[in-house]
């Protein structure tokens, strides 16, 4: 008794620091395979021992409350559900009734509640019992009604989510959540969860119900029209079918057909009774309604051979095991690669060269090791970084080991500034984005920024990377030769000198007439006298132009780029010293970029915000009560009109 109970006290370690990862830091220490099968593991011996210990995870749901959000405790506990993988344990379950069975979206539950017709309160399901307000970032959700028909009081869950697609595009847009958002689950977990609501909008998120906790409507006993009203007061709902014992095993085939389609994350399926007064008179264990059941999808497990750990770095340091083995089917596609995440589970699976291990999909998806059969437990741990040849450390944080990198001048810890050296508005490298660049540079093809123009000679090793073949590839050498030709502000923007935007790199190319010799070479006394160059900014960029590394890169960039000639005719500067704000809606320009452009030619900057240092707001609606409008006025800024800004151009013209 005595070693189970000890064995029981790792296996809840190893769970709760797996769910404090997972729930409070959006990071994975171990696959959902595994997870799952610990967990079992440790249910099954509660129930032989009937010792259950006050820390264990199967009787705690969510995760703990770190944030600095409101925290309310919920009306009524939001238990999790129990799970089964057999389609025969879910036909026994639902028995002669009828059932509701919908796609179990991976996201973060979310408790709405209406009243008045108006959304009033968001609430996270948190650890069960208490949750976190969330309201304000609620109203930014893509697809919530703020307003429904129905003026009675509504309380109602749904999951909060991002699609596959729109994660992979933000992925690009926030490169600095790369190394800390794995998939869309942990990504929205974070959108939803922000105290600045501006960046949950930026993030699509969307929200979908699945269940009326209140409502004083008549549903005829069915959580069928239940969801029918949902939808009907504008709610997006969580896609569903009418199931019973006759068509549930084909019903699930359905949703398994439909899993590699399906751009919102799922991590399985549920099962509810139809027969709402049913349901609810069934009560609860300690855990679990007993209105629901989860299904799981059964893994799909293919043997394979372990052929190579790939060592690969990344901006954080953090140096990850990558399993490369003999490719395998799995779920309609061919895999021959899968992270391993870090050491402790690499030790954990024992594994080594040519060893035979099981592969599969985590929720049909993403590939995992879920075993090893040989367990040789021969791999070497790299004592020098795969990118830099700098020493390695192993790191031992609450007894997870990881491998990082030491050397602060690593190329994989500087990624962000080729990322940034391909940016739209520096040299536009279209499809190349910051994980492709990780990759060339994980595999040595790129050591600095001029090196990317010749990522033509490694044809026969990017087309057999991840995501790229043939086509990919030409498209991105075509877009690479594109870029060669380019201009003095977007070559200077593209360096990434501190303090140094793409505004001021047009300011200071003008002032040198887009002489690249003259700007390179520019004076801490001569940059000064720029409008809108500061001492600050001209430290830094004669401290950057000066540093014998920097004029390497730089040199070797101008050996690979040709430079358009700066415009013949310089404007007259009439706007100098004038900071405007563009908001709302314009009628005589295509759009803010060209408003700005005519603006800084003209020698004004634009500026994202309104302050005291602000000279003019641009806005149609002078009587608007925005933010922007509202700060103007605080500050005694004067808002002006598209028109008037259009005459004062034309009174200087004339002058």
């Known amino acids: 008794m005595e070693d189970k109970l000890l064995l029981m006290k790792e296996k809840i370690k190893l769970l709760n620091e797996a769910n404090k990862a997972y729930y409070q830091e959006d990071r994975e220490i171990m696959s959902n395979y595994e997870y799952d099968k610990l967990y079992d593991e440790l249910k099954k011996m509660e129930e032989e021992t009937g010792v259950v210990l006050s820390n264990s995870p199967t009787l705690k749901v969510g995760y703990e409350l770190l944030s600095n959000l409101p925290k309310e405790r919920h009306e009524k506990a939001m238990l999790s559900l129990d799970k089964t993988k057999e389609v025969s344990a879910l036909k026994d379950w639902l028995g002669e009734k009828t059932g509701v069975l919908s796609w179990k979206l991976d996201g973060l539950t979310i408790v709405m509640t209406y009243e008045g017709g108006r959304l009033t309160k968001a609430v996270t399901r948190g650890n069960g019992e208490v949750g976190e307000v969330v309201t304000n970032n609620a109203k930014v959700f893509t697809n919530i009604p703020l307003t429904i028909a129905y003026k009675g009081s509504l309380v109602l869950r749904g999951e ?40 949950t909008a930026e993030r699509n998120v969307g929200f979908y119900a699945f269940s009326v906790v209140k409502a004083d409507v008549d549903f005829n006993n069915s959580r069928i029209s239940q969801l029918n009203w949902l939808k009907n007061q504008g709610f997006s709902i969580v896609e569903f079918k009418r199931v019973t014992q006759e068509n549930i095993e084909d019903t699930v085939r359905w949703f398994e057909d439909r899993i590699k389609d399906n751009d919102l994350p799922s991590d399985g399926l549920v099962l509810t009774y139809d027969d709402i007064k049913y349901g609810e008179s069934l009560g609860t264990t300690a855990k679990f309604p007993r209105d629901s059941i989860a299904f799981k999808w059964r893994d799909d497990i293919k043997e394979t051979t372990l052929l190579e750990i790939e060592w690969s770095a990344s901006r954080t340091g953090l140096i990850n095991p990558i399993a490369i083995f003999e490719p395998v089917d799995l779920e309609g596609t061919t895999v021959s690669r899968a992270s391993v995440h870090n050491l402790s589970i690499m030790e954990d699976l024992e594994l080594g060269i040519g060893d035979r291990i099981n592969v599969y999909k985590a929720n049909m998806i993403i590939p995992q090791i879920s075993d090893n059969l040989t367990r040789t437990n021969n791999i070497v741990i790299p004592k020098h970084c795969p990118v830099c040849g700098g020493e390695t450390l192993i790191k031992n944080d609450n007894d997870i080991k990881t491998l990082y990198c030491t050397n602060d001048e690593c190329l994989a810890k500087q990624i962000k500034s080729f990322t940034h050296f391909v940016s739209r508005d520096a040299l536009n490298v279209e499809g190349l984005s910051e994980a492709t660049i990780e990759k060339l540079i994980a595999k040595g093809l790129v050591k600095e920024l001029a090196d990317i123009f010749h990522i033509e000679k490694y044809k026969d090793v990017i087309t057999r990377m991840e995501g790229f073949g043939e086509k990919s590839f030409n498209n991105l050498v075509n877009s690479v030769n594109k870029a060669r030709k380019t201009t003095a502000p977007r070559l200077l923007y593209s360096f990434g000198i501190a303090n140094i935007g793409l505004s001021n790199a047009k300011l200071i190319s003008r002032e040198f007439g ?41 040199g070797d960039v ?89 005459q004062m151009l034309n009174s200087e013209k004339k002058d």
């Open 160 to 199: 909060a989510v991002i699609s596959y697609s729109d994660f992979n595009k933000l992925n690009q847009l926030l490169p600095e959540t790369e190394g800390k958002y794995k998939n869309p689950r942990n990504l929205c977990s974070g959108s939803v969860r922000q105290l600045n609501n501006k960046i």
């Open 514 to 554: 887009h002489d690249w010799d003259r700007i390179q070479n520019a004076k801490y006394e001569d940059l000064i006298q720029i409008g809108g160059i500061g001492h600050v900014m001209a430290n830094n960029y004669v401290k950057f132009f000066s540093d014998e590394k920097n004029k390497v890169i730089v």
């Open 558 to 646: 101008l050996k690979e780029v040709e430079i358009e000639a700066g415009p013949e005719t310089r404007s007259a500067q009439i706007f100098e010293n004038y900071v405007f704000v563009i908001t709302g809606s314009l009628g005589h320009f295509k759009n803010r970029d060209e408003l700005k452009a005519l603006i800084e030619e003209r020698g004004g900057r634009v500026a994202s915000s309104v302050t005291s240092k602000t000279t003019y707001l641009i806005n149609n609606d002078i009587t608007s009560s925005s933010g922007k409008n509202k700060k103007a006025k605080e500050l005694g800024i004067d808002i002006i009109t598209e028109d008037q800004f259009l």
